[in-house]
Structure formats: structure tokens, C-alpha cells
């Protein structure tokens, strides 16, 4: 009862806040997308990738023709000293910043080179909590105002040859563990961000814990590779049954070669992908800025998104089916752990020396 007349009493407190800025969104909308219109620029670095460049350099143009964009793809770590330069020598050139949220949480906003984005979204469709997957619009940041994450990246629990396993044959992680595919397992390096990843939320898993990863990763010979491509050719050619990490399997298969995902029951892992969006605190074109944050988050910016990416957007109230892949989807009846949130990093990171101690050297 104290519980429900907290929840009463905070959505009473909050409705008139709502209310006035509802009523004045469309004021400060056209408002920013004029002046947006008059700094006539936004500077961009982001992933790389044909699908992503054509995205913020082509598409979010054509819906806002007086803002050129100036678009840099590339790896975040390339970017990094540049970048780093530029604001110890107060530079303002960069406006936003695209990326993995190790880099964004761990170097720029553990810096305070960032600034707060939520303040800045003000379409209604954005900040509608039941458009976003389980009711809420996900920032990767303890604060939940510097990093906004759109894209769900759910990983398979593993890639298999389907020439050397059936399907079906894979019922439950301890099968995995079977001593049949000893020596038959390639890995991603564990340092590697999905594997990784992958390993905790096993780790943290009550039915599996230390002691699974103890039998899988100690007694089950398992080839490491930094190089997932290298995988994907191990895994196809059947070198190998099986292929843990970030293996395209999709793609693969896609390709015509005999391998497959699989997703085993429990609580699973989601990345974020790359294209997390952030913003420096001294960007020279503030209200382009925010007026690209809005429109990505919108359901234009999404539907364009899954389109030209197949990937799935966390935004459930636009169209999936027959655009992104059914098993990319995420279940809202299954648990999750969001492995780009940064109440998860510090977890992450200090569990990953436990990890590697486990692999027998070769």
C-alpha cells in the first residue's frame, strides 16, 4: 500500500511537468531546428560501415536539407587522440560521437568531455517510455543523460557446422560442455568485448556460475583467436563444431556455408553495437546536434535505421517483420543484462583476468 501511494503521489508530482513540456515542445522544436538551420553544419565521428555512413550522412540530410553533415567513419581508437587534442587545446570542430560504450563511458565521459543529451530530447515520440523495449530509453551512463543506446545486439550463445552437429543436438550450456567436443571449440580472445561479455553474464548465472566456466574453459581445449573472421573460416570449413564469441553466423549462413546460430534458454547478453550517441560538451553546432539526437531516436530515424542496417532497434512500436532478422529480436517474457551499461563495466572488467586464467596456454 506505501509502495502504491509513492507511485500515486510521483506520477501526480510529475504530470504537470509533462504537461508543460508537452505543451511547449513544438514551440522549442521549431525554434532549434531554425537555428540548427542556421549554423548549416553537424560533425560526426562514427563506425564504419556503408549501411551507418549512408544513415547519418545521407539519410538524416535529406530530412533536414539545410544542415550539411560532415561525416568521419573510422575505429573509436583512431579517433581517440585527435579527438583528445583537439578539446585540451579547446578546439571546438566535433559536435557528436558515435560509439562502443567502453571508449564513450571510459574516455570521454569518465573525463567530463561530454554533455548531457537527455536535456536536449524533446519530441514526445522520444520520450514516450512504452515506445522503447520494457518501458524505458536506454543510457549507458550511471546518470542516464550522456550516452543514448538504440540498437540491441542479442549474442547467440553459439555458432555451430550443422555437417558436424545436428540440429537440436544443443539443448543446454552444460551440452557445450560435453567431453565429445573437446578440442572442437574456437573462441574469440576473451578480451574481446562479446566474448567476454558472453562469459559474465554466464558467470552471474545462478544455474551455471564459475563452476560451468570451470569445466568449459579449463578441461574443453578450447582454440582462442583474436580474428573472427579466421573463426568464421575455421568454424565453416569444419575445422571446428563449434564457434563462441563474435562470430557472423548470420552472414555466414547467408553465404550458403553450413553453420548456424543457436540460443540456448536463460538469461543472455545484449551489446549495443557502435552506435551509441553522445555528445562534447563544447560542440560548436549545439542545436544541430540536437535536433540529429532527436531525430534518431524518433520513429523516422529508427524505422530508417533497421532498414538500412537489418539490425533491431530497441523503439518497439516500429515495423520488424520481414526487415530484421526474427532471432535479433529481443523477448520481452526473457531476462536480459544490457552488458553496455556502465553498472556493468566495472563487474565486466574485473572478472575478465579470472577468465583468461582459466585458458590453457598452448
Not at 540498437?151 to 547467440?156: E, G, I, L, S
Not at 555458432?159 to 552437429?165: K, V, Y
Not at 572478472?351 to 586464467?357: Q, V
Amino acid at each position: 500500500m506505501i509502495i502504491l501511494l509513492a507511485i500515486c503521489y510521483a506520477l501526480t508530482v510529475a504530470a504537470p511537468a509533462f504537461a508543460g513540456q508537452a505543451a511547449n515542445w513544438k514551440a522549442d522544436w521549431e525554434a532549434t531546428v531554425k537555428a540548427a538551420e542556421k549554423e548549416g553544419q553537424l560533425v560526426i565521428y562514427g563506425p564504419r560501415g556503408r549501411d551507418q555512413e549512408i544513415l547519418y550522412s545521407e539519410v538524416f540530410p535529406k530530412a533536414f536539407p539545410k544542415i550539411r553533415v560532415q561525416y568521419t567513419p573510422g575505429r573509436m581508437s583512431q579517433f581517440i587522440p585527435r579527438l583528445m587534442a583537439e578539446q585540451r587545446a579547446g578546439v571546438r570542430q566535433a559536435d557528436l560521437i558515435l560509439g562502443g560504450t567502453d571508449v564513450l563511458l571510459g574516455t570521454f565521459k569518465d573525463k567530463g568531455l561530454l554533455q548531457a543529451i537527455r536535456p536536449l530530447l524533446v519530441l514526445p515520440e522520444v520520450l514516450d517510455p512504452s515506445a522503447w523495449f520494457k518501458g524505458k530509453l536506454l543510457f549507458a551512463d550511471h546518470e542516464e543523460k550522456y550516452i543514448a543506446m538504440y540498437r540491441a545486439v542479442p549474442y547467440y550463445t553459439a555458432c555451430i557446422n550443422t555437417n558436424l552437429i545436428k540440429p537440436g543436438e544443443l539443448k543446454s550450456y552444460w551440452d557445450l560442455a560435453n567431453p565429445k567436443y573437446k578440442g572442437k571449440i574456437a573462441s574469440q580472445d576473451f578480451s574481446s568485448g562479446s566474448a567476454r561479455n558472453q562469459m559474465y553474464v554466464i558467470y552471474i548465472r545462478e544455474d551455471l556460475g564459475p563452476k560451468y566456466l570451470k569445466r568449459l574453459v579449463s578441461e574443453m581445449d578450447i582454440t582462442i583467436s583474436r580474428n573472427v573472421v579466421q573463426l568464421g573460416d575455421w568454424l565453416a570449413q569444419g575445422k571446428f563444431s563449434i564457434a563462441l564469441g563474435g562470430v557472423d553466423c548470420p552472414d555466414l549462413a547467408l553465404k550458403g556455408l553450413p553453420v548456424a546460430p543457436i540460443i540456448l534458454e536463460g538469461l543472455a547478453a545484449v551489446g549495443a553495437g557502435n552506435d551509441p550517441a553522445s555528445m562534447l560538451a563544447n560542440a560548436p553546432h549545439p542545436n544541430a546536434s540536437k535536433v540529429f539526437l532527436n531525430w534518431i531516436l524518433s520513429r523516422e530515424g529508427q524505422i530508417a535505421f533497421q532498414k538500412l542496417t537489418k539490425e533491431n532497434s530497441l523503439r518497439i512500436d516500429i515495423p520488424k517483420d520481414g526487415i530484421v532478422d526474427p532471432e535479433l529480436m529481443l523477448d520481452p517474457k526473457r531476462q536480459y543484462l544490457f552488458t553496455g551499461l556502465e553498472e556493468h563495466k566495472k563487474k565486466i572488467n574485473d572478472f575478465e583476468p579470472w577468465l583468461e586464467s582459466l585458458v590453457t596456454k598452448k
